[in-house]
């Protein structure tokens, strides 16, 4: 194993001088799985006046003082609201249907709210300026969702791009959906990562599986050399693919701390890595460098031992990142 290059070399050199893309600006549903190029905040204050959050009429609620089932007042003005329409100025309550007497065109109160009642304060939903998710999280559907509620239909964000020239479509299929899952948008040419199938299968890389994988640049682009094997591939886009995108996309590499239930034995000297299985007791290693369909059906995230452990103990608790392709933990 000493021929072999450790990870953190082949890392070092091919993400040396690799910065982030630029940013673009794209439409807030579109950008679902990009990376956020800067702070996403809310523009204006939520609401920007007082709206209603019930049905009702619109009332000035110390003008109503005394107003009670045997002494109806009546309302000189009365507006009716819907939840969500903004309160007319001058008032700052809304009076709900029940507490309200109709007789022909005229509308009395039957009790007096307390100012604010059933209403949505200005600003109370978020104030302007309230940063949503900082710049390197990702967009997700709830983060889109709550950006368009904002009010705000464009983001900017870093999106690497990824071709994918793999001739087994299995693995192809495999590798577009893990790259699609990274933020990743895929392309047929001008790409800034290339994924393709290792030309040679001496193994090269301390990394198991994953011996005959390698990244570095070439022609202005980094190419991701993939062994032809599912379990080695894997092990290459979670091992180098990751962190290249992450460069890529000025992305941090956010991790999940789990508490093994059991001892997680790795070999000195090489990276391996572990499919990490959730239980009733805690999270349970598959063995180390060890890699079955079956294992990755089972598992829900993964880790990377590092070449200087020997593993970690049981009740440790460790970093591990996301398996599924959707990034979801259980």
């Known amino acids: ?11 070092d050199h091919a993400l040396s001088g690799v910065g982030p893309r630029a940013a673009v600006r ?6 679902v799985g990009a990376v956020l190029a800067e702070d996403l905040r809310v523009a204006t204050d939520l609401p920007p006046r007082p709206e209603a959050l019930r ?17 109806p007042l009546p309302l000189a003005a009365a507006v009716r609201v819907l939840p969500g329409m903004m309160l007319p100025a001058g008032t700052d309550a809304v009076l709900p249907e029940d507490d309200l007497e109709v007789s022909g065109t005229l509308i009395s109160a039957l009790r007096a709210p307390a100012p604010g009642e059933g209403v949505r304060l200005a600003g109370q939903d978020a104030r302007a300026g309230l940063v949503l998710a900082e710049a390197g999280a990702v967009v997700t559907p709830k983060l889109a969702a709550l950006a368009g509620l904002a009010g705000l239909t464009e983001v900017a964000v870093r999106r690497p791009t990824v071709a994918v020239d793999l001739p087994d479509p299995a693995l192809a299929a495999l590798a577009r959906l893990w790259a699609g899952a990274e933020g990743a948008e895929i392309v047929t040419e001008a790409a800034d990562l290339v994924l393709r199938p290792t030309g040679s299968h001496a193994p090269r890389l301390a990394l198991f599986p994953g011996e005959t994988a390698w990244l570095g640049p070439e022609g202005g682009r980094l190419v991701l050399d993939l062994p032809l094997r599912f379990d080695g591939a894997l092990a290459a886009l979670l091992a180098l693919g990751r962190p290249a995108l992450r460069a890529l996309a000025a992305r941090g590499e956010p991790a999940e ?9 790795s070999t000195i000297g090489v990276t391996e890595l572990a499919l990490l299985v959730p239980t009733a007791e805690g999270w349970v290693a598959e063995p180390a460098a060890t890699v079955t369909l079956a294992g990755v059906a089972r598992a829900r995230a993964s880790v990377l031992v590092p070449p200087d452990a020997e593993g970690y103990p049981g009740g440790a608790v460790i970093a591990a990142q996301p398996l599924d392709l959707g990034g979801a933990w259980r």
């Open 1 to 11: 194993m000493s021929c072999l290059s450790p990870l953190a070399d082949c890392l």
């Open 257 to 265: 701390q789990v508490t093994l239930a059991r001892k997680l034995t």
């Open 55 to 71: 049905a009702g009429v619109a009332v000035l609620a110390l003008d109503l003082m005394g107003a009670s089932p045997q002494m």
């Open 26 to 31: 794209m439409a807030v549903t579109a950008a």
